[in-house]
């Protein structure tokens, strides 16, 4: 407030400067000399005007009397304020320079000027007398006027001059300690003034109304609230001028709010009717809040927060206590922030940054990641009382975000680690490693599990992490090391999410090194524990497997039996393994019989071919030649150029042995013809080469072995060998001299025998070592032909694609390792990753057609069944089947993927907004902040959606804010920027 404003608009008025000339003038006994002269006297200054004028005009003058009655007649018109009277005054002193009236003139001249209120002219004229030459009267009236107009020309010292001396005399005293108060006043002497005010106040009551104005304003500047107070409220009852009241009841106002009598300052705060100024509206804004009014504290405060001053940053503050208290935490969070970014006040500044802080952990922060204003305030207030608190809600959100990788960084950066720090250090890492996992990112999934296991600050942390290194070396065929880290996991007793697979995992392992009896102790465990249906069925069938491995038929065949009489899991598999150990036990009648009502009960099953082939060898072993061949001439009639070859291979192998050597030959041949370079079509070139050489026909044999592009004559044995030495390397998975051998096998010998199994030798070697780019043209050869390593071929360079981005290459892969694959998990592996590449191309009607496979597969993990019902939502979407989206975005909202649910939310909001209910839409997008504020494009997109709808809401500051924020943060998402700046300009127009 301005605390030294003059409350009234002018000084002392009607003070009465001009006054007649009372001088004894000498005029002869002439009748209108009399006439005039008693006029003039008596102050009848109009009727002595015209007598002096009638004189002029009709008597016979001499010079002195022509002398006198022009200057009565110019100074009586000059009183009477006559049209020329200046003109003619200044005439008269000009013609008679040297009259004993020129002196005088210049005395009623200055105090005609004075009373026109041209101070300079005035001025100009006074000072031509001499004080010495006037009576003491006139002395007094020629000071008090020189006071007057040197205090109207802003000449104080001279004022004070001419006027303090006139404060005790009889004439001027009110008018002089009035005028010389209000020159101290003006000079903030305030002691002094009050000493002249009051002097007028006491002598003279009249002047109350004058001086009380100044008399209030000193009290408030001088501290004297009590007293500003009462006399205020006295001005008050005694001016009801409209300029008064306002004024004075917001000193009023003001000094009840200094004594913080809050209650009775808003009353006369309010009636202040000038430009209100920010601490205005701050004193109105801090003296609701004190009585709880936070609505309308909110209110004026709201009207400072545009300013860039020390004001604004106070009101920012104080209008986040107020959302406070009214917890709207959301709004509050965007005031505090507006303070923190002011320095006008660094106490202010901290302590609204740490409030910014702790509401962007508590509610979440739409406009930048919490973790990054959680780490800044540390970085900025290192020596902060806030200083621990602010670090225990960083740790926990950098955890909780899901950003593991930006936790790990954020984590390593702090020197002084404490068991605190270490042991999130060691969960992010471990959380890191599970989510590289699951994007399949083996080789750096196992860095960070590897520094989760080393750092060892949590066990339960490390044992968890055993478990996941095991399944990595799983993934990757290395079935010794997973063996022994998920031995490792099993020291632990403590109790963990992975406790219950673990001997599930462990079986496989041991099922795929051949250690059976170990393998089937390990599902027995599992299986104790009784797992869920699927797994209970696989693991039988695992179980199974082991038995059978140990010999131990019998109780194999129980558990084939056990699985087929089931509801669940891969019934076909258990009755088609079935019948298969029937043969291995020697019953072969039983074993046709079981596969005979396989392949009519189990038409579809991607086991019923092998049950044909197998059923078709049960014949043959049955010499039962006729329906064998019946069966294998069924199989050659179907379109799989793998399957088709097995069965030529053996619909030849038992026409040979039924010496009918010519049609097993024709079959051989169509082998090598249909299924070139694989193993099938080597056995058959070698099994043609016994017919030939049965036959004698060495030349025959010669010519046609010509004929085969990728058969060599004469040298299939140094060939052999060659491959021999370089499969022994890699069957050893020493893949370094594995490379070197099958590159040398492969240049020598390029349409060899093994060369299809080499390429793809090569090509996992490669891949087994990260060589990537250089496994792609080996394995893109093997895959060319139909044969047994076709599908691990395409199955790995669909990896690598996927690995490298190289999305087209990677569809087509996929789609052709999908077509050709009987594998289950190939199968499945090809179905998620059509899915995500469907999806991104666009394509979403492949994509939801994908997702309802992977939906459909109930082996596959959670997180994937996720994916492809979030998969399946984004093209619903897409294709403005919102009503089915929605639905799917609904039930992920509380997914096992952090990504998964901050989308899930988003669309919640965003679903919410389309129904108009935009308060609720907004605390989702703050729940979205608060819980996922690393997934930095669904905040970027809610924060926009956010600023809608606020607009909505009317709150245009809260809209401008929000958009502002998005377009300040979040340049990395182009898209989220152009709306945000579409929708400000749609606000603000």
Do not use: C
């Not at 009717?273 to 003296?287: C, I, R, T, V």
């Not at 370079?677 to 004698?696: F, P, T, V």
């Not at 004929?707 to 893949?735: C, G, P, Q, W």
């Amino acid at each position: 407030m301005r605390k030294d404003k003059i409350l009234i608009a002018m000084l002392m008025s009607g003070v009465g400067f001009i006054s007649a000339q009372t001088n004894q003038i000498n005029f002869d006994d002439n009748a209108v000399f009399r006439k005039a002269k008693n006029l003039f006297y008596t102050e009848t200054f109009l009727a002595a005007n015209y007598e002096f004028e009638n004189a002029l005009k009709n008597e016979d003058l001499n010079l002195a009397n022509t002398e006198a009655t022009e200057y009565y007649s110019a100074l009586t018109n000059l009183i009477n304020d006559k049209q020329g009277a200046e003109e003619q005054f200044l005439a008269f002193q000009e013609k008679y320079p040297k009259s004993v009236y020129t002196d005088n003139g210049s005395w009623e001249l200055g105090s005609f000027y004075l009373k026109k209120g041209n101070f300079d002219k005035a001025y100009k004229y006074l000072t031509l007398n001499k004080i010495e030459d006037l009576t003491a009267r006139k002395r007094n009236e020629y000071q008090f006027k020189l006071g007057y107009v040197n205090l109207m020309k802003g000449n104080n010292d001279q004022a004070l001059t001419y006027l303090e001396p006139l404060t005790n005399s009889d004439t001027f005293e009110d008018e002089a300690n009035f005028y010389v108060g209000h020159i101290y006043y003006g000079r903030r002497d305030f002691a002094k003034a009050m000493q002249y005010f009051n002097a007028v106040r006491q002598n003279n009551p009249s002047y109350e109304d004058k001086v009380l104005p100044y008399l209030v304003q000193i009290e408030f500047n001088e501290g004297e609230y009590e007293k500003a107070i009462s006399d205020g409220k006295l001005l008050l009852a005694k001016n009801h001028t409209s300029f008064i009241q306002s004024e004075v009841s917001k000193i009023i106002g003001e000094s009840y709010f200094k004594l913080k009598d809050y209650s009775a300052a808003i009353p006369y705060l309010e009636k202040y009717q000038g430009k209100m100024s920010n601490s205005d509206y701050y004193q109105l804004g801090y003296a609701y809040y004190e009585q709880k009014d936070y609505q309308k504290a909110v209110s004026y405060f709201n009207k400072i927060v545009n300013q860039k001053d020390a004001w604004a940053q106070t009101a920012y503050f104080q209008l986040g206590n107020a959302y406070l208290k009214t917890n709207q935490k959301q709004e509050a969070l965007s005031a505090y922030h507006s303070a923190a970014n002011m320095a006008y006040d660094q106490k202010i500044q901290e302590d609204a940054f740490y409030n910014y802080a702790k509401l962007s952990y508590d509610v979440g922060n739409p406009y930048q990641p919490a973790t990054t204003v959680l780490q800044s305030f540390v970085e900025k207030y290192p020596n902060s009382k806030y200083k621990n608190e602010i670090n225990t809600y960083l740790i926990d959100e950098l955890i909780s975000g899901g950003n593991y990788k930006n936790a790990i960084k954020i984590l390593a950066k702090i020197n002084h680690k404490d068991s605190q720090i270490r042991e999130a250090e060691q969960l992010a890492s471990f959380l890191y490693g599970t989510e590289l996992f699951k994007e399949n990112k083996f080789p750096q999934a196992k860095t960070y599990l590897e520094n989760a296991v080393e750092n060892n600050t949590k066990a339960e942390i490390t044992q968890r992490a055993y478990f996941w290194l095991g399944e990595i070396a799983y993934r990757q065929g290395n079935y010794t090391e997973a063996a022994k880290n998920f031995e490792k996991f099993k020291t632990y007793r403590t109790t963990v999410p992975e406790s219950k697979e673990i001997n599930y995992q462990l079986g496989y392992a041991y099922l795929k090194l051949k250690k059976f009896e170990a393998s089937a102790q390990a599902f027995k465990t599992y299986l104790a524990t009784n797992p869920p249906g699927n797994f209970k069925a696989d693991a039988k069938l695992r179980l199974a497997d082991s038995y059978v491995g140990t010999k131990n038929t019998n109780s194999a065949l129980e558990l084939y039996d056990e699985v087929a009489k089931g509801n669940i899991g891969n019934i076909d598999e258990a009755v088609y393994n079935k019948a298969v150990l029937l043969g291995v036990n020697g019953d072969l009648k039983a074993k046709a019989q079981a596969l005979e009502k396989f392949v009519v009960n189990y038409p579809v099953s991607r086991f019923n071919d092998n049950a044909q082939l197998e059923l078709a060898d049960t014949y043959i072993q049955l010499k039962e030649t006729n329906k064998a061949l019946l069966i294998l001439d069924n199989l050659i009639k179907i379109d799989n150029n793998e399957l088709k070859a097995e069965a030529r291979l053996r619909k030849g192998l038992v026409l040979y042995n039924n010496k009918n050597n010519k049609d097993a030959l024709t079959e051989f041949q169509l082998i090598v013809k249909e299924s070139p370079r694989s193993n099938l079509a080597y056995q058959a070139i070698e099994n043609a080469k016994r017919i030939y050489l049965d036959n004698g026909d060495f030349k025959g044999f010669e010519d046609w072995a010509k004929t085969i592009d990728f058969y060599t004559v004469n040298t299939s044995e140094i060939e052999s060998l060659a491959f021999d030495d370089a499969m022994r390397k890699f069957d050893a998975k020493n893949y370094n001299e594995a490379i070197n051998l099958l590159q040398n096998f492969i240049n020598q010998y390029p349409n060899g025998n093994h060369v299809n199994e080499a390429n793809y030798a090569l090509g996992e070697s490669y891949y087994q070592t990260n060589a990537y780019d250089k496994a792609i043209q080996p394995l893109s050869e093997s895959a060319k032909f139909d044969t047994e390593n076709k599908g691990d071929a395409l199955l790995r360079l669909s990896q690598i694609y996927l690995s490298q981005n190289q999305n087209t290459k990677a569809l087509l892969t996929l789609e052709n390792l999908y077509d050709v694959s009987n594998k289950n998990a190939y199968r499945s592996f090809a179905e998620v990753n059509l899915m995500r590449l469907y999806s991104k191309n666009g394509n979403h009607d492949k994509a939801v057609a994908m997702a309802d496979k992977v939906l459909a597969n109930k082996k596959n993990e959670s997180s994937v069944i996720q994916e492809a019902q979030l998969t399946k939502a984004r093209s619903l979407f897409v294709k403005n089947d919102t009503a089915e989206a929605k639905k799917i975005y609904s039930s992920l909202e509380n997914a096992g993927s952090n990504a998964v649910k901050a989308e899930a939310l988003y669309y919640k909001a965003y679903f919410l907004n389309k129904d108009k209910n935009y308060k609720k839409s907004n605390e989702v997008i703050f729940d979205l902040a608060s819980k996922y504020s690393e997934q930095q494009l669904w905040g970027s997109q809610a924060l926009v959606l956010m600023a809608e709808n606020y607009y909505k809401l009317g709150d245009l500051y809260q809209a401008n804010f929000t958009l502002n924020s998005a377009i300040d943060n979040y340049q990395e998402f182009p898209e989220v920027i152009a709306k945000a700046k579409a929708l400000k300009k749609q606000i603000n127009k």
